[in-house]
T-cell receptor
């Protein structure tokens, strides 16, 4: 089974620029998550989708972050404008609808804001 | 907000020794999971233990769960240099639909 695909793998931008990340979950996985992981810390949930609807975006800084999951398959996460403190690894994960169990994570996108 | 807290933050051992990492959490959970992350990579699911289980094994991994103390431990036996990574516990709350991660333990296994 193919894993969760994320791109790009790395991105370096200047502050105040915009950036977008892409995620393609495992086929058939209805739930998709975006996590932010700052160096030396654990992942923190930004947004959770169930199919193409948002389940939880309470931790998403909505003044600069946005995410969508059109057609309930792949998803994009955007930051505009980026700040220095947005430097982190952005992880996408998906899970099947069969109940609480392990996620499958993508390899992540490492963002550096300079 | 973070749910789990791992202890220790960092652990350095020799190859062949056992490594024990602990995790404490705050709320009622459906299950607790452990993940591994190699430097610069994504997280890999290691093991899941449900709230009605007390101990679970998978290869060289042994996980315990004490719901009365809201704590879990991960034991890696006969460690190898390749086990060097960060290990995270994550909880699935009873009322939730997502995992909440702790801050992780950085394990270094010296050859």
């Amino acid at each position: 089974e193919a894993g969760v695909a994320q791109s790009p793998r790395y991105k370096i931008i200047e502050k105040r620029q915009s950036v977008a990340f892409w995620c393609n979950p495992i086929s058939g996985h209805a739930t998709l998550y975006w996590y932010q992981q700052i160096l030396g810390q654990g992942p923190k949930l930004l947004i959770q989708f169930q199919n193409n609807g948002v389940v939880d975006d309470s931790q998403l800084p909505k003044d600069r972050f946005s995410a969508e999951r059109l057609k309930g398959v792949d998803s994009t996460l955007k930051i505009q404008p980026a700040k220095l403190e947005d430097s982190a690894v952005y992880l996408c994960a998906s899970s099947s609808p069969s109940g609480p169990h392990g996620y499958t994570f993508g390899s992540g996108t490492r963002l550096t804001v300079v | 907000s973070q749910q789990g807290e791992e202890d220790p933050q960092a652990l350095s051992i020799q190859e062949g020794e056992n490594a024990t990492m602990n995790c404490s959490y705050k709320t009622s959970i459906n299950n607790l999971q452990w993940y591994r992350q190699n430097s610069g990579r994504g997280l890999v699911h290691l093991i899941l233990i449900r709230s009605n289980e007390r101990e679970k094994h998978s290869g060289r991994l042994r996980v315990t769960l004490d719901t009365s103390k809201k704590s879990s431990s991960l034991l890696i036996t006969a460690s190898r240099a390749a086990d060097t990574a960060s290990y995270f516990c994550a909880t699935w709350e009873t009322s939730g639909s997502r995992l909440t991660f702790g801050e992780g333990t950085q394990l270094t296994v010296n050859p």
